[in-house]
């Protein structure tokens, strides 16, 4: 346990207590818990960020049952311009209460990001449909596997946890992200999560309502960022508090943030595929005017002639457009990058820390 000076190796501890949390884990001898509170109490600093909107209801279970999973954590309720009690509630439970100005859960997120200053990043929403224990497994593990993104994937425990339409729209909307960016996560909708302050600080958060976890979701994936999903039960809102989703409107939010990032980050695919039926169509009308010139020698539909060159034309544009956009939009990504690689590893951050319980093994 101690190098050639009889001092204490952090790196070693942290490393050799990471694996005793992954193994504790896999086998289920200990609640994930109390493996945490036990052996990765000192690794860094955790916060838990939650963005509310009039969850007085709430909150407060919230706040103690994430106070119990991550003893260590500071709990930061981010209040959005709530109509009843809920920064009092907050306050008077023992959290970090901020208020975010601008209306939407999106701009709260960009703001707590700015805010906040930590290693490790817990973000759940505050009605207390989530289950806080599961905090500590996801911690445990973007610490054991230095990964940037945990997905607490939900898993329903009562048939009234989804609201009517939310299940199939997941399935629709995840199936859509996978058919434009290739791959993605169960649950890319999921609003607990675990980041690294890689991610955090590299994120540029450009939603300002529910769409956020799309976005989320695409930043990870456009980096090729290391990232995980874990189940998570996941509960039916306590009676007396209302969702704040509007089932149909913040679908077609979603799918239209989709459109717009499939439309910025893969440039050359959507304006190549514009520009190919573009040509389709131009050629189509173009065959029977050109087959017309051949036998007589005259171009009898010069309106239609007129259509499908301007047609062509259109189509060269878009490709030429695609072709110049995936260029600054490649730039655009090499700059995130750096941003990303900017901040130390979390290996790097916790490097000072000493691991709680493992000085006298």
């Given at each position: 346990?101690?190098?050639?000076?009889?001092?204490?190796n952090?790196?070693?501890?942290?490393?050799?207590?990471?694996?005793?949390?992954?193994?504790?884990?896999?086998?289920?001898?200990?609640?994930?818990?109390?493996?945490?509170?036990?052996?990765?109490?000192?690794?860094?600093?955790?916060?838990?960020?939650?963005?509310?909107?009039n969850?007085?209801?709430?909150?407060?279970?919230v706040?103690?049952?994430?106070?119990?999973?991550?003893p260590?954590?500071?709990?930061?309720?981010?209040?959005?311009?709530?109509?009843?009690?809920?920064?009092?509630?907050?306050?008077?439970?023992?959290?970090?209460v901020?208020?975010?100005?601008?209306?939407?859960k999106?701009?709260?997120?960009?703001r707590?990001?700015?805010?906040?200053?930590a290693?490790?990043y817990?973000?759940?929403?505050?009605?207390?449909?989530?289950?806080p224990?599961?905090a500590?497994?996801?911690?445990?593990?973007?610490?054991?596997e230095?990964?940037d993104?945990?997905?607490?994937?939900?898993?329903e425990?009562?048939?009234?946890?989804y609201?009517?339409?939310?299940?199939?729209?997941n399935?629709?909307?995840?199936?859509?992200?996978?058919m434009v960016?290739?791959?993605?996560?169960?649950?890319m909708l999921?609003?607990f999560?675990?980041?690294s302050?890689?991610?955090?600080?590299?994120f540029?958060a450009?939603?300002?309502?529910?769409e956020?976890e799309?976005?989320?979701?695409?930043?990870?994936?456009?980096?090729?960022?290391?990232?995980?999903?874990?189940?998570?039960?996941?509960?039916a809102?306590?009676?007396?508090?209302?969702?704040?989703l509007?089932?149909?409107?913040?679908?077609?939010?979603?799918?239209?943030?989709?459109?717009?990032?499939?439309r910025?980050?893969?440039?050359?695919?959507?304006?190549g595929?514009?520009g190919?039926?573009?040509?389709?169509v131009?050629?189509?009308?173009?065959?029977?005017?050109?087959?017309?010139?051949?036998?007589?020698?005259?171009?009898?539909?010069?309106?239609?002639?007129v259509?499908s060159t301007?047609?062509?034309?259109?189509?060269?544009?878009?490709i030429?457009s695609?072709?110049?956009?995936?260029?600054?939009?490649?730039?655009?990504?090499?700059?995130?990058?750096?941003a990303?690689?900017?901040?130390?590893?979390?290996?790097?951050?916790?490097?000072?820390?000493?691991?709680?319980?493992l000085?006298?093994?």
């Amino acid at each position: 346990m101690k190098s050639a000076k009889g001092r204490i190796n952090p790196l070693r501890l942290r490393s050799e207590a990471e694996g005793s949390v992954i193994k504790s884990l896999a086998s289920g001898q200990a609640p994930a818990e109390e493996v945490l509170g036990e052996r990765l109490r000192h690794v860094g600093r955790v916060a838990v960020l939650v963005p509310c909107y009039n969850e007085e209801k709430t909150i407060t279970e919230v706040i103690t049952g994430f106070r119990s999973a991550l003893p260590e954590a500071i709990i930061y309720v981010y209040d959005n311009n709530s109509e009843d009690c809920t920064a009092d509630v907050a306050r008077a439970a023992g959290a970090v209460v901020r208020r975010g100005t601008l209306q939407g859960k999106g701009h709260v997120v960009r703001r707590m990001f700015a805010d906040v200053d930590a290693d490790v990043y817990v973000l759940v929403d505050g009605d207390a449909t989530y289950n806080p224990p599961s905090a500590g497994m996801m911690v445990a593990r973007l610490m054991a596997e230095n990964l940037d993104m945990v997905v607490g994937m939900r898993a329903e425990r009562g048939e009234e946890a989804y609201r009517r339409g939310h299940r199939m729209g997941n399935r629709l909307l995840n199936g859509v992200v996978a058919m434009v960016f290739g791959r993605t996560f169960v649950d890319m909708l999921s609003g607990f999560r675990v980041f690294s302050r890689r991610f955090v600080k590299s994120f540029p958060a450009l939603s300002g309502g529910f769409e956020i976890e799309t976005e989320l979701t695409v930043h990870a994936l456009e980096l090729d960022l290391p990232v995980a999903e874990v189940p998570t039960p996941y509960y039916a809102r306590p009676e007396g508090s209302r969702s704040k989703l509007k089932t149909w409107q913040d679908g077609f939010r979603i799918l239209r943030l989709i459109f717009k990032l499939y439309r910025s980050e893969r440039p050359l695919a959507f304006f190549g595929i514009l520009g190919t039926a573009l040509g389709v169509v131009s050629v189509s009308l173009a065959i029977p005017i050109f087959a017309t010139y051949v036998e007589q020698g005259i171009v009898p539909r010069l309106p239609t002639a007129v259509l499908s060159t301007g047609l062509m034309l259109l189509a060269s544009l878009c490709i030429a457009s695609g072709l110049m956009l995936d260029t600054v939009t490649r730039g655009r990504r090499e700059m995130k990058l750096l941003a990303y690689l900017a901040q130390h590893a979390l290996r790097d951050q916790c490097e000072n820390f000493t691991v709680k319980g493992l000085e006298e093994e």
